[in-house]
């Protein structure tokens, strides 16, 4: 399913690529989700509960997007990591971590569109497919027959936030569902910086002799 996301975004460049004003910006994503919540898909076959959650706040979001567009909209491809180190049930220790890749596909607008001259707020819709995983570590004894392994989940995400010279700060927020009960909600801060930005040389008037 993801790979239609990124095949869409080739269709969509393939078509502004005949525009000489449509622009393309790699950005760099840093974040803080303040919380982020997940639940296992459930397990009939499992003798303890297998569906309960992992919690956790300031998990650490860290990745790549790519945008194409032009004035006040873009479209972006965005793929991430999401390392929660202290994520831990609270109905019961099971053991400690989550970690989390969401390959995104969204539309940007306004000053969020990391193209836009005039407008400074803007906002971002989008979905994709979230692959995640809790119990990273210190799997306790009692649960030793859990699989935890990346379960799936189609996602939606909503932003607002603003920006200047292509790079931009947003409030995100991200909800999935999946297969036997399977749910994610991510919640925070991130951060697109423009390291690529491309400086144009203004051309040097000459003087006539």
């Known amino acids: 399913m993801e790979k239609k996301y990124f095949i869409v975004l080739i269709v969509i460049c393939s078509f502004y690529s005949t525009n000489a004003q449509v622009k393309v910006r790699a ?3 840093f974040g803080l989700d303040l919380y982020q919540w997940f639940r296992n898909p459930y397990c009939s076959d499992c003798k303890n509960t297998s569906e309960s959650s992992s919690g956790s706040v300031f ?3 860290l990745g790549v997007r ?3 567009g032009e004035n006040n909209f873009s479209i972006g491809a965005e793929a991430a990591v999401n390392i929660g180190l202290f994520n831990l049930d609270l109905n019961g220790y099971k053991g400690l971590g989550a970690m989390s890749f969401p390959l995104l596909l969204k ?3 306004n000053g969020l569109s990391g193209l836009s001259k005039n407008k400074l707020i803007g906002f971002s819709i989008g979905g994709g497919i979230q692959y995640s995983k809790t119990e990273l570590f210190g799997l306790s004894k009692k649960y030793q027959e859990l699989d935890r392994s990346f379960f799936p989940t189609y996602v939606g995400e909503i932003g607002i936030g603003g920006g200047v010279s292509g790079s931009s700060v947003v409030w995100n927020t991200r909800v999935g ?6 749910f994610v909600f991510n919640t925070g801060l991130v951060f ?5 930005k491309q400086k144009t040389k203004q051309s040097q008037p000459q003087l006539k002799s």
Do not use: L
Not at 177 to 182: D, S
Not at 192 to 196: D, E, K, P, W
């Open 59 to 61: 998990s650490s979001p």
């Open 66 to 68: 790519v945008i194409v």
């Open 27 to 29: 950005h760099q994503i």
């Open 192 to 196: 697109y910086i423009n390291y690529f």
């Open 177 to 182: 569902i999946g297969k036997n009960h399977a």
């Open 107 to 109: 539309a940007n607008f």
